[in-house]
């Protein structure tokens, strides 16, 4: 019913900035939370930050905090991630997800998942 599909990843050095893309089509709601989370090899998902889209409140996991900001363009059913000044332990798969539940920070509070967008940060 909901498709997402993530774009803006790619390689960047130590200290530079990438801008992640999740857009959504199909029935989706203003009430629905958008999250993003990483997943390294080996590894569990992690969360990263999430926005409320009826009240444009945010979240963010402490790893980023500061670095990353997440935000939205609701006449175009998207969402952003902005990151700056990137470390190699942000290296990952990351993947956009939608659900019910505002500013969710589990895995399980989401319905719908992206295919993901490879982020590698060279040292």
């Known amino acids: 019913q909901v498709q997402l599909v993530e774009s803006g990843g790619g390689l960047v050095q130590a200290g530079g900035s990438l801008r992640l893309s999740c857009a959504a089509s199909?029935?989706?709601?203003?009430?629905?939370?958008m999250g993003w989370f990483r997943q390294a090899p080996g590894k569990e998902r992690e969360f990263v930050a999430a926005?409320?889209?009826?009240?444009?409140?945010?979240y963010y996991a402490d790893s980023v905090k500061g670095r990353f900001t997440i935000s939205r363009d609701n006449a175009k059913n998207t969402v952003y991630l902005q990151m700056n000044s990137l470390k190699p332990e942000d290296t990952a798969v990351y993947y956009c997800?939608?659900?019910?539940?505002?500013?969710?920070?589990?895995?399980?509070?989401?319905?719908?998942w992206g295919q993901g967008t490879q982020v590698t940060v060279s040292s």
């Open positions: 926005i409320s889209w009826s009240g444009g409140s945010t």
């Open positions: 997800a939608a659900g019910p539940h505002g500013l969710g920070r589990f895995w399980y509070e989401y319905d719908y």
């Open positions: 199909g029935r989706t709601f203003s009430s629905y939370a």
